[in-house]
């Protein structure tokens, strides 16, 4: 499967405000907010990193413009009391922190999305794309797009609906030019890391702390209450929970409910409300015992 070039794919997600798109509005910089949900989508920059950056800047000035997302609060918080108008850092947090602290001057591209979920989703295509990415981290990436399209879609597009389109795992698989198990594992990965803190996670991805990918995708499975510290934790956690191939068989052998077969669900429902007896309560049981294998789905 060819892999789509992400490149292509960010400018068709990600559309400039004006025309060209560059500003150097001294009034809008000042309104600049860091969203702490999106910076942590940001691969952090090591010590050296980060120092050859600052030089780079301070003897060249800012060559790349910074891109802000503009919207209002209520876009990015539905619950938000006042919809004022909202200038988020989406690209480019370490150099606005360089130019910032510095004193150096910078240019913004302003951006337009219509929820939270695209921002996410543009640069997470943003951080794939970028050349110093790990297996690992394209990983993480990969399970993150996936998880975040998932919730998506559950909000979004009722069942019946569903039913009828590609499975996610599989789209996905094609744009990034793998198998679909693939990427659910991705998204196993994805989750188990989002139970961590985030010096945990960072150290994880960088390599810095030893543990198993398999045993990370086992959190994803899990229910825990508090972000994780420490590598002892996670291996104290998983060692009696199920190995993750047991879940993903169990997820594999599932498979969606056709059309005819949501149809026959409905009938035997409806057979049973209007006509209670013996027979139709046994043939709904027999359809509950089908709807348990959606909620394990």
């Known amino acids: 499967m060819a892999k789509l070039n992400l490149k292509e794919q960010i400018k068709i997600t990600a559309k400039p405000l004006f025309n060209n798109g560059l500003l150097n509005n001294e009034n809008i910089k000042k309104k600049i907010v860091i969203i702490k949900e999106l910076k942590d989508l940001i691969k952090p920059l090591q010590v050296e990193e980060f120092e050859q950056l600052k030089a780079n800047i301070l003897q060249n000035g800012c060559q790349d413009t910074i891109k802000i997302w503009h919207t209002s609060d209520q876009i990015v918080n539905p619950e938000a009391e006042s919809n004022e108008e909202m200038f988020v850092l989406i690209d480019g947090h370490n150099r606005y922190k360089i130019c910032t602290e510095n004193e150096v001057s910078f240019n913004i591209t302003l951006m337009s999305f219509d929820t939270l979920e695209d921002v996410k989703a543009f640069m997470i295509d943003l951080q794939l794309g970028r050349r110093n990415v790990s297996l690992l981290e394209v990983s993480y990436y990969r399970g993150l797009q996936y998880n975040n399209t998932k919730n998506a879609e559950s909000k979004a597009t009722n069942f019946s609906k569903k039913d009828e389109t590609q499975k996610t795992s599989e789209l996905m698989g094609e744009k990034f030019g793998v198998d679909e198990k693939t990427i659910r594992r991705d998204g196993d990965f994805a989750k188990g890391l989002e139970t961590l803190s985030q010096d945990l996670k960072e150290d994880i991805l960088t390599g810095k702390a030893k543990i198993s990918k398999k045993e990370v995708m086992q959190l994803g499975r899990l229910e825990i209450d508090s972000p994780i510290k420490s590598v002892e934790e996670i291996v104290s956690i998983v060692k009696d929970a199920p190995p993750i191939e047991q879940y993903n068989e169990a997820i594999s052998d599932i498979k969606p ?41």
């Open 257 to 297: 409910i056709k059309k005819e077969q949501q149809q026959s669900a409905k009938q035997k429902l409806s057979a049973f409300l209007n006509f209670p007896n013996r027979d139709n309560f046994e043939e709904l049981k027999k359809l509950i015992k089908s709807l348990d294998k959606l909620i394990i789905q």
